[in-house]
């Protein structure tokens, strides 16, 4: 019996070593071996929701804010070296105050996938033009536009210190080469939004006089168009600073606790009506 007892405890000694020993040097030895396994080996693993990360979307009342920043401090275009040179350089000139915080900027990388393309931006604004007659905003007579007399151009509005907070919108404007052509019922400049078409702001030739528009029923349906709220009458500080013939101004919250002054006017003598952000 004794030599059985020895036998059976030497016999789970032994196991009991091998046990601490796998322990130990197993998972080393496993993650060498798979390590051996997957050299010069090329696998493809498909993360779920890769890249995907909290985007801000701005809203309708905050885009028109961020484009009227931009236009009020929009240039004319210029290289660098014309810039530095016509306000004086100097080695402590501050580049970033020459910039300023709202960039309004030709985007050179054309539209992206989620943006309106070259090809078919003219068919989306003449969509949106028909949309904006059905609605009331402009008048029956206005044409359609098209390539072979506008020109279309893609730009970025950005905050440039939260460049999260951007909009790119495609400018269409009468071609300069028809500058002796007629211009009656026809859009002179008009912004329009690169994914959604939406018109932000125009200028168009119509055969109405002010008289014959309803100013406060055309911004009520033009702000109900882009999906506004908060809009509320308001009164300029100076007057004078507004050059058309008859207009009426509006406010609406936009971001930093600001407001978008938005004008509806009408030039007398050339019967242009507009739709202007400030």
Wanted: aromatic content about 10%; charged content about 25%; some cysteine.
């Amino acid at each position: 019996m004794t030599g059985q007892r020895k036998k059976r405890d030497l016999a789970i000694f032994l196991l009991t070593v091998l046990i601490l020993l796998a322990s130990i040097f197993g998972p080393e030895q496993m993650a060498r071996y798979k390590d051996r396994g997957m050299l010069n080996e090329i696998s493809v693993e498909e993360a779920e929701h890769s890249g995907a990360g909290y985007r801000y979307t701005l809203n309708s009342n905050e885009k028109l804010w961020l484009l009227s920043e931009c236009l009020s401090r929009q240039t004319l275009p210029e290289s660098e070296l014309s810039a530095v040179t016509r306000m004086g350089a100097s080695d402590d000139m501050d580049y970033e105050e020459l910039m300023g915080t709202y960039a309004f900027v030709v985007n050179r990388q054309g539209p992206s996938g989620r943006e309106i393309t070259d090809e078919k931006i003219y068919e989306i604004c003449n969509r949106e033009i028909a949309a904006l007659k059905e609605c009331g905003v402009l008048p029956e007579g206005v044409r359609e536009v098209s390539a072979s007399s506008y020109e279309a151009v893609l730009y970025s509005a950005i905050d440039v210190l939260e460049p999260q907070n951007n909009l790119s919108v495609w400018k269409v404007s009468l071609s300069t080469s028809q500058q002796n052509a007629d211009k009656s019922n026809r859009l002179i400049d008009a912004y329009v939004d690169a994914a959604s078409g939406r018109l932000y702001a125009f200028y168009v030739r119509t055969e109405k006089v002010w008289s014959e528009l309803d100013p406060e029923q055309i911004m009520e349906d033009w702000s109900s168009y882009l999906g506004l709220t908060g809009r509320e009458e308001y009164e300029p500080g100076n007057p004078l600073l507004e050059t058309a013939t008859d207009y009426r101004k509006y406010r609406f919250p936009g971001m930093k606790d600001q407001s978008t002054v938005v004008t509806i006017g009408f030039y007398e003598g050339i019967n242009e009506l507009f739709i202007k952000i400030q």
